[in-house]
């Protein structure tokens, strides 16, 4: 059999409005050839359905994937405008075709008689999905649920795109940059008045908010970040929560998160509000005992202060740690130079996946993007691009794209990271947050090689799917690990000792940063489930309740919420994915390179990508159902 090759790329401005414009049509006629054919399908078996219908998903999961990713990654405008438009024109037909009775009775009225067990999988997928799609209302309700459906992908993307092009500056005077690093300080001249620009880009928010001493430039910084988008996602917001709860309703689901986890791990609304509950239990009282130290730690430098807010929350704990478990960040970015850091998350992950990744000279949509083909053996198993800096018009968060949907025999995986790191030293929390995301693509690859486009590469349960990224971070924190890539300038590896005081170091403030993802899921769940008329009023609410540690008065985060589009009421994934990823970790015991635990994990967890439910990959790899025991020792710092 010939291997499928890897997507070839434009390379000229006629090639990318092209690319966007004519791919796509080609797309959708064979959507509606294979609709056309499946309407008059009562001499079609059952295995040919489905068969058809797959074909259909990979002709979305292709367009789908090559829109979303050029909506927030080309630099172009006028491309990023026409991927968005596909993006809405597939999805609204992807929510037609569920309302469609005649696609419906090929389905409904299927023989299941000698259907394999992976085929009455995706059968009853299938059915699930007709019906979430309101297949079964009368002609006026399913014409208002198509409606809302293209409206909610309109108003999503517009969400994104203010967020995307929503960049704020502020200028502050030199002096401001007071505890920042030498070359920070030296990429951010002075102007003719004395003054500095910081923007909101990762590149300058993070190193301000960690290491600033004036509290005023933190605080004027994380205020400008935490206005991304507003006023303009003000009211995009407001009628998408509308939208959703009209929606949900005329689904006959009590809300939109009842909606959104009947298909997920957790099941209900009324579930994620016990566990949201149970992990702020488990939470409170270590950071209780922690927040009184970064406040009396605050009132050294402002005697003043009556709270610890979110401007001060990183730069607090990196003073701590600096003071009390002698870990300075500043000396610990030193050994995270950005090209050496790369190669340490290739060179890891090689190892722990047995595979190698093999440099390519392949067309891209940036001169920035890296690619390179996954190779075990003989095998090339996918290819990834790596699109790593920040540019304007650029998707200003980090996170896996998918690019190319994995069909065994057919086509190769192929997935994307956007992400927004420096060309020169990192932080460490940005390390953690390239092995993260770095954990998506290669799930993307390996889980990439299923029969049904449904179910491959990442395409597990939304509430699981951060289990693999989430694990793979605790190889950002070995010793061993980091000493491979991560030298300084004189080229001395960083010492052991000072991991271990990293580790110690980070226990503390674990609580406190547990309240603040609390603070994000109560907020994405609340939302949806209350619609409060006054948006700021209440989400102020939800974070202050959430976490001692205190939003800034007048905030509009929600505004730059991006997590809100696409996860919807469901933020608490990360936490709930974070128990299983613990529990994952305990299989590992002290060799995170243990050679059979590793095959173990690709085998039981990567490999099988969405073909198997959660439950049963977890089950599958410990060997019993996942606890919340290794969370909760964890979150107590053992």
């Known amino acids: 059999m010939t291997e499928p090759a890897p997507l070839l790329l434009p390379t000229d ?17 064979r959507i509606d050839a294979i609709d056309a054919r499946l309407a008059t399908a009562d001499d079609l078996p059952t295995a040919e359905r489905l068969e058809l219908w797959n074909d259909a998903d990979i002709a979305f999961a292709e367009a789908l994937s090559e829109a979303h990713l050029l909506s927030e990654s080309h630099p172009d405008a006028e491309i990023r405008r026409l991927a968005e438009e596909q993006v809405q024109q597939f999805e609204a037909l992807q929510a037609r075709r569920l309302l469609d009775r005649g696609l419906w009775r090929a389905f409904a009225e299927a023989d299941e008689t000698g259907l394999g067990d992976d085929e009455l999988r995706l059968l009853t997928h299938i059915r699930r999905d007709f019906r979430r799609g309101g297949v079964d209302l009368d002609d006026a309700a399913r014409e208002r649920v198509r409606e809302l459906s293209d409206r909610d992908t309109e108003l999503s993307l517009t969400f994104s795109r203010h967020i995307r092009e929503g960049r704020r500056e502020i200028r502050v005077p030199a002096t401001a940059l007071d505890g920042l690093p030498a070359d920070f300080v030296a990429d951010h001249p002075v102007d003719d008045e004395g003054k500095v620009t910081l923007t909101t880009e990762y590149t300058d928010l993070m190193p301000v908010r960690e290491y600033a001493r004036d509290r005023s ?151 920035d993007v890296r690619a390179y083909d996954v190779v075990r053996g003989d095998e090339r198993l996918g290819r990834i691009h790596l699109d790593l800096h920040p540019r304007d018009g650029k998707y200003n968060h980090a996170a896996c794209f998918p690019l190319a949907p994995g069909i065994s025999g057919r086509s190769l995986p192929e997935g994307v990271l956007l992400c927004n790191f420096s060309r020169g030293l990192l932080e460490h929390d940005e390390v953690v947050t390239f092995f993260h995301e770095f954990g998506h693509l290669v799930h993307e690859i390996i889980g990439g090689h299923q029969r049904w486009a449904r179910f491959t590469g990442v395409a597990t349960e939304w509430d699981f799917v951060e289990a693999p990224s989430q694990l793979l971070e605790e190889w950002a924190w070995d010793a061993g690990v980091l000493a491979s890539f991560a030298l300084n300038d004189a080229g001395e590896p960083i010492p052991a000792d000072l991991v271990a005081r990293m580790r110690t170091a980070d226990a503390f403030g674990r609580a406190l940063e547990v309240t603040r993802q609390l603070g994000h899921a109560t907020t994405s769940y609340r939302l949806h489930v209350e619609r409060p008329s006054d948006l700021r009023s209440a989400v102020d609410g939800y974070y202050r309740a959430a976490s001692p540690v205190t939003p800034l008065d007048g905030s509009h985060s929600y505004a730059g919420f991006g997590h809100l589009t696409g996860y919807g009421a469901c933020y608490y994934t990360y936490q709930w994915s974070l128990v299983i990823a613990r529990d994952l970790l305990s299989a590992f015991g002290d060799d995170l390179f243990d050679a059979e635990t590793a095959e173990r994990y690709r085998r039981e967890i990567l490999e099988p990508g969405g073909s198997r439910d959660a439950r049963d990959l977890v089950t599958a790899f410990l060997g019993r159902e996942s606890t919340f025991d290794a969370y909760r020792d964890w979150l107590a710092g053992s």
């Open 13 to 29: 401005a006629a090639g990318w409005t092209s690319f966007v414009t004519d791919r796509p049509a080609t797309r959708r006629a």
């Open 217 to 367: 430039t933190r605080h004027a910084l994380v205020a400008a970040y935490n206005d991304l988008a507003c006023p303009e996602n003000e009211p995009v917001l407001a009628e998408l929560l509308a939208v959703r709860a009209e929606r949900a309703a005329l689904l006959g689901y009590g809300d939109w998160a009842d909606y959104e986890t009947e298909t997920r791990m957790i099941g209900s609304s009324a579930a994620v509000d016990a566990f949201l509950t149970r992990v702020a239990d488990a939470a409170a009282p270590a950071a209780a005992v922690e927040y009184d130290r970064i406040l009396e730690r605050l009132r050294r430098d402002d005697p003043s202060a009556e709270a610890v807010t979110i401007a001060d929350f990183w730069y607090l704990l990196s003073a701590l740690k600096r003071e009390e478990y002698d870990v300075d960040a500043q000396v610990v970015r030193s050994y995270f130079r950005f090209d050496r850091t790369l190669d340490g998350v290739l060179e890891t992950t090689a190892s722990l996946l047995d595979v190698s990744y093999v440099p390519v000279d392949a067309p891209s949509w940036h001169d």
